[in-house]
């Protein structure tokens, strides 16, 4: 497999523990936990709407390339890629309108969490079991290293734990609170 569909993989494996998360607080009976809410819906404005779903754009860029007639559904994955940066910046607004402390927002909240987990599972399933496998296949070692120079990758913030407190952390903390 590409080093670059393993990085891939490995972020939505990370993200799923995320997803899990959002979950978790979606059905609790209690508040949910508004801050760690917060934290994991910046992370998802700071790094895979900005670096993760730029990476897989280009390796859709390069299927079309090998098939111009056949694009209906990887244009349908790019544009779930708008519509989750989209989604998580109206999540983001409800967060903060709950974080203030806005009455009605917590069931609003619920359902738009729930929705945002569904939405975000569903689009990392169709990557992983159609387009990573026929990417992997359909794209030449060369390609994969053009690819792999192309791309712009700051360290992942949460999840490999340069820039912050790692996923790891953050799930301990959440167990422990």
Not at 69 to 74: F, L, M, Q, S
Not at 131 to 157: G, H, K, M, R
């Amino acid at each position: 497999m590409p080093a670059l569909l393993e990085i891939l993989e490995q972020e939505h494996s990370d993200m799923r523990r995320l997803l899990d998360l959002i979950k978790t607080e979606a059905d609790t009976a209690r508040t949910p936990d508004l801050d760690l809410l917060h934290e994991i819906v910046e992370y998802c404005l700071a790094y895979p709407d900005q670096y993760h779903h730029p990476k897989e754009d280009l390796i859709y860029a390069a299927l079309r390339r090998h098939d111009p007639e056949g694009t209906g559904a990887i244009d349908d994955i790019v544009a779930e890629h708008r519509e989750l940066a989209v989604a998580t910046k109206e999540m983001a607004t409800v967060l903060e309108v709950a974080r203030a402390g806005r009455e009605g927002t917590c069931r609003d909240l619920r359902v738009m969490l729930r929705s945002f987990v569904r939405s975000y599972r569903d689009h990392m399933r169709k990557e992983d079991q159609e387009f990573f496998p026929y990417a992997s296949c359909t794209l030449s070692p060369e390609e994969w290293a053009d690819l792999a120079d192309e791309i712009v990758d700051p360290t992942d913030p949460l999840m490999r734990a340069k820039a912050g407190e790692s996923l790891d952390e953050l799930l301990a903390r959440n167990r422990a609170g």
